[in-house]
């Protein structure tokens, strides 16, 4: 079973349109949780951690389910610049690495 | 705003050769990483630098693959005798502490002809 999966998508949305996909971990000791934004041929970029309780910034809200062991992004009015590929990430407390899942495309369109 | 900065940005070199890939990390950051993604596939670990030695590697990073930070400041990816599947975009990254927020290079894309 891989570390972390994710539905790869795409996920196309209209301007405006709410869109939520989920991340699923196989490590039921992981600690640490992130989405990540990854655009075309770029570098990962932090969009925001995971907390136990949940929490938002903006327009973005992530959820964390551990008894089920799945991470939620969900993307409120979203934007053509949202268009990207999400990256879901985790980590084991003690451990040195994070492990990324293989992410889902959004592509938002006019 | 501080950041990760890599060259080169891209290296094409003939299978077999050595090959040098070159970061500077964020200067107070402690934790430092080497990532790789083939095109089309997902971010993979290599291996973590902390202390001055390797914290941890995956089964990537094989006798094939080596890290030195010469100098306190660099921190380099050596593969000794290129495959063409090494062929990737590296990414090193640093963090502040082990498994938190990772800042990434822009990537140095390799290449193996």
């Known amino acids: 079973r891989k570390e972390v999966e994710q539905d790869p998508g795409p996920f196309n949305v209209p301007e405006g349109a709410t869109v939520a996909f989920n991340c699923t971990y196989s490590?039921?000791?992981?600690?640490?949780f992130f989405w990540y934004r990854q655009d075309c041929r770029k570098e990962p970029k932090l969009l925001m951690s995971?907390?136990?309780s949940g929490n938002e910034d903006g327009r973005f809200t992530a959820q964390l389910n551990r008894a089920s062991q799945y991470i939620s992004l969900l993307i409120r009015d979203s934007k053509l610049s949202d268009s990207a590929t999400y990256l879901c990430?985790?980590?084991?407390?003690?451990?040195?690495?994070?492990?990324f899942g293989a992410g889902t495309t959004v592509t938002v369109r006019a | 705003e501080p950041e990760v900065t890599q060259t080169p940005s891209h290296q094409v070199t003939q299978m077999g050769q050595e090959v040098i890939l070159r970061c500077v990390p964020i200067?107070?950051?402690?934790?430092f990483y080497w990532y790789r993604q083939i095109l089309g596939q997902k971010v993979e670990f290599l291996v973590s630098?902390?202390?001055?030695?390797?914290?941890?590697k995956s089964e990537i990073f094989d006798d094939q693959f080596s890290v030195e930070r010469p100098d306190g400041s660099n921190f380099t990816l050596k593969i000794r005798s290129t495959k063409l599947e090494d062929s990737a975009m590296y990414f090193c990254?640093?963090?502040?502490?082990?498994?938190?927020?990772?800042?990434f290079g822009e990537g140095s894309r390799l290449t193996v002809l």
């Open positions: 990254a640093s963090g502040g502490r082990a498994t938190g927020e990772l800042f």
């Open positions: 490590n039921s000791a992981s600690q640490s």
């Open positions: 995971v907390y136990s």
């Open positions: 990430v985790v980590g084991l407390s003690n451990d040195y690495k994070l492990s």
């Open positions: 200067s107070n950051h402690l934790y």
């Open positions: 630098f902390y202390n001055n030695e390797i914290s941890e």
